[in-house]
Structures are given as structure tokens and as C-alpha cells.
């Protein structure tokens, strides 16, 4: 069974910093995108940030400049540096993957999520 599992999170004062780390354990063969999204009570789950494979990252407007997202393709694993929180940044933050899994005769394509992990910056 894959699985991803997060780490960190927390509360931090307004401006500070955070750094949240997603590791995908279990039968993997390949990953292709990761990324972090994140929903905030009463709104829709949005994109925070993406990387491919090959390393291309993506950002919303609202975190460019703030936020940086790396991958390690050797462990299965993507961070997220969050630099200059803001209140608005506050929300529950989840890996996602999209992966292929199982042995060779039986191989199939998910889409994975994290448990997701609190983050609530401060004013």
C-alpha cells in the first residue's frame, strides 16, 4: 500500500517561517508530479505549489516569492519552505503525488493524498 505521509507544520507568528516535508512510502515505481495544496475553513482546496519530475516548479501569484517547493527523487520526498507567513496563509496543508505503484504484472496510476498537517501564522 502507498502512502504519503507529512511532517511539520504548526504555529508561527506572522512573518515567520515553516517547512513541510512529505515522504511516499510503499510499492513505487515512478512519480510523476508532487505538489502541496491547502484549504482554509470555508473555502475550496487550492494549489500552493508544484514540481515535476524533471524539477519545473509552479506557484500561485499569492505564494511567489514566499514559498519554494524541492523534491528529493532518490527517497520519494517533497518540502515546502514557507517563508513571510501571512494570517491568509493559514490553512490545512496537503501532499498529493501522482504515482504509479504495484509490481510489474500489476501496476496501476494513483493519485495520492497526504493526511494533511495544520498551519496557522498569526497576526
Known amino acids: 500500500q502507498v502512502q504519503l505521509v507529512e511532517s511539520g507544520g504548526g504555529l508561527v507568528q506572522a512573518g515567520g517561517s515553516l517547512r513541510l516535508s512529505c515522504a511516499a512510502s510503499g510499492s513505487i515505481f515512478s512519480i510523476n508530479d508532487m505538489g502541496w495544496y491547502r484549504q482554509a475553513p470555508g473555502k475550496q482546496r487550492e494549489l500552493v505549489a508544484s514540481i515535476t519530475s524533471a524539477g519545473r516548479t509552479n506557484y500561485p501569484d499569492s505564494v511567489k516569492g514566499r514559498f519554494t517547493i524541492s523534491r528529493d527523487n532518490a527517497k520519494n520526498t517533497v518540502a515546502l519552505q514557507m517563508n513571510s507567513l501571512k494570517p491568509e496563509d493559514t490553512a490545512v496543508y496537503y501532499c498529493?503525488?501522482?504515482?504509479?505503484?504495484?509490481?510489474?504484472?500489476?501496476?496501476?496510476?494513483?493519485?495520492?493524498w497526504g493526511q494533511g498537517t495544520q498551519v496557522t501564522a498569526s497576526s
Open positions: 498529493n503525488a501522482a504515482l504509479w505503484s504495484g509490481p510489474s504484472n500489476n501496476r496501476r496510476y494513483q493519485n495520492l
